[in-house]
């Protein structure tokens, strides 16, 4: 298993741009997560999903926005890229029943807004 | 609605020094916590987790976890660190509430000197 992939590892955008974050997991996991991490702010939850088709507000959804078309790939959309959403970026992928709740994380896409 | 206290920013102990990190919850019920590691440039791994039963919990790379209903506390502990645990530790708790994600605590950056 490759586990949670995520593409790119790394972008520079300027603001207003749009870009989408690729994120994929091959181990059937039902339950997916995008967070963003800051610097001495830990995670912070933008959005999630518990399956195809169902998707859910986090803690920081605004400039965001997601879809959930196949259990394999969760993709996060920046529509107007401002430097606010400057971060690093991760994805994470959990299966309630078996792991209970055990999130398993992608590498981290590093994004910088100029 | 839970949250996760870790009050310690940033630690240094020597090598071959034992470590303790401080993790404080807020929920009503008996909460699922979690300790995850993240390397530099990383995205998270677990290191241990606790749901229920024993509350000295045995994880990964020789770390223990011990829950304290009373205090509500989930610290983490190692008896002899090594260079290579140099890293970020992020507390976690989740509920058994199927659809209600983690919530993660700031983090504690470990630094390790010889």
């Known amino acids: 298993n490759a586990g949670v992939t995520q593409t790119p590892k790394f972008r520079i955008l300027k603001i207003g741009q749009s870009m989408t974050l690729q994120c994929a997991q091959d181990?059937?996991?039902?339950?997916m997560y995008w967070y963003r991490q800051d610097p001495g702010m830990g995670l912070k939850l933008i959005y999630y999903?518990?399956?195809?088709?169902?998707?859910d507000k986090g803690e920081v959804p605004n400039g965001y926005n997601v879809s959930r078309s196949t259990t394999e790939d969760f993709p996060l959309r920046l529509e107007l890229a401002a430097p606010s959403q400057t971060s690093v970026y991760f994805c994470?992928?959990?299966?309630?029943?078996?792991?209970?709740?055990?999130?398993?994380f992608g590498p981290g896409t590093r994004l910088l807004v100029l | 609605a839970q949250s996760v206290t870790q009050p310690d920013i940033h630690i240094t102990v020597s090598e071959g020094a034992s470590l303790e990190l401080r993790c404080n919850y807020s929920?009503?019920?008996?909460?699922?916590l979690f300790w995850y590691v993240q390397s530099p440039g990383q995205g998270l791994q677990l290191l241990l987790k606790?749901?229920?039963?024993?509350?000295l919990v045995q994880g990964i790379k020789g770390f223990e976890a011990e829950f304290k209903r009373s205090q509500s506390s989930f610290n983490l502990r190692k008896p002899s660190v090594h260079w290579s645990d140099a890293a970020e530790y992020f507390c976690?708790?989740?509920?058994?509430?199927?659809?209600?994600?983690?919530?993660f605590g700031k983090g504690t950056r470990l630094s390790v000197i010889a």
């Open positions: 181990m059937n996991h039902n339950y």
């Open positions: 994470a992928s959990s299966h309630p029943g078996q792991t209970q709740e055990t999130q398993y």
């Open positions: 976690a708790v989740g509920t058994s509430q199927g659809n209600t994600p983690l919530v």
């Open positions: 999903s518990v399956g195809a088709g169902i998707t």
């Open positions: 929920y009503g019920a008996t909460p699922y």
């Open positions: 606790y749901f229920s039963g024993d509350t």
